[in-house]
């Protein structure tokens, strides 16, 4: 994720890093960070920057993404814009980056698809690869309520998968220590208990909604100065930027022990904000930018404008295939 961040090293048995935000209550977390022009404003990182494994796991067996939409307050376009994204990013270009990446040695690439199961209902009950949740942790969430969330979900019907990759996606009413000010979303794992399984190993994002709140946050705005993003929703399309950031760093570092740079940065970090080859478009007669129109559920494309990754081919470079 985005890093913002002060560095902590820790001991283990193989060496591996943490990274630390300062300021709230979220600890020892690799973020991404809110926009800032002096440090994204210069562009990509170039070759010379090296990421390097550390001999930690990578989701490098078929992977799946489950989406918890946690609270009521969404807007009424948002989760189908979310939905539409995960559907059409599977097998794209975009996230086909991430295949560059794996165990090290012979071991096998990260595939460039996963599973995710459309939702067949928008009512509170478990459907395909989404569940929604109602406050069960309510309305003012900290770090150790996020893989409780997602104990309930496991413990409500969606699907237990030790190659899944969780993502709560809170609605704009939930108040998170640090959101916006100090970071736009993160990932990590977890050990959570379940009632029909014990102790489990989860790989999980946060991926808050802003709504209005949090600008610097969305690129459209923050890069490109838009006063309306490529689907008219904010909200989504800042939150499609952060998943395809969040989702390519736990691909890529799960458990934060496998692809970083020798400062911490993960695979995202490294094009933050950057966005390749940009085209405009036009709605209500303003002005916005996307970079990739990706195929929806009900058929027809969307626009999007989502952060390339970090490609690992020769010296690397941000890419969008």
């Known amino acids: 994720m985005r890093l913002k961040l002060a560095i902590v090293p820790f001991v283990l048995a193989a060496a591996s890093l943490a990274v630390a935000i300062a300021g709230n209550e979220f600890g020892n977390l690799p973020v991404k960070e ?40 969404f807007a009424p376009t948002t989760q189908a ?8 990013l599977n097998g794209s270009p975009e996230y086909g980056v991430n295949v560059t ?8 690439d990260i595939p460039p698809t996963y599973s995710f199961a459309a939702p067949t209902s928008s009512s509170a009950n478990p459907s395909g690869s989404v569940y929604w949740d109602n406050y069960s942790q309510g309305a003012q969430l900290s770090n150790n309520s996020v893989p409780k969330i997602i104990a309930n979900a496991i413990n409500n019907s969606l699907p237990y998968n030790a190659n899944g990759v ?19 979303a993160y990932h990590t794992s977890s050990n959570i208990n379940v009632l029909s399984g014990g102790s489990v190993h989860v790989r999980y994002a946060l991926i808050p909604d802003p709504t209005q709140r949090c600008n610097a946050c969305n690129g459209s705005i923050a890069v490109y100065g838009d006063s309306i993003t490529p689907n008219a929703d904010i909200g989504a399309d800042t939150m499609t930027d952060d998943i395809i950031h969040e989702l390519s760093e736990t691909v890529t570092d799960p458990d934060i022990s496998a692809w970083y740079t020798q400062s911490g940065a993960e695979v995202a970090d490294l094009c933050n904000y950057t966005y390749g080859t940009v085209s405009t478009g036009v709605s209500g007669g303003r002005t916005y930018h ?9 058929g027809g494309y969307r626009p999007y404008l989502t952060q390339q990754i970090w490609k ?10």
């Open 34 to 73: 809110p926009y800032d022009r002096v440090t994204h404003g210069k562009g990509p990182k170039t070759g010379s920057t090296q990421i390097l494994y550390h001999g930690g796991p990578v989701m490098n067996i078929s992977n799946s993404v489950y989406v918890i939409y946690y609270g009521t307050k």
């Open 81 to 88: 814009i979310i939905n539409d994204f995960l559907y059409g």
């Open 101 to 108: 990446y794996n165990g090290g040695g012979a071991t096998p």
């Open 166 to 184: 969780y993502l709560v996606i809170t609605s704009p009413d939930v108040k998170i220590s640090g959101f916006c000010n100090s970071f736009c």
């Open 290 to 298: 996307y970079n990739t129109n990706l195929p929806r559920i009900s």
């Open 312 to 321: 690992n081919s020769g010296a690397g470079f941000c890419a969008s295939e």
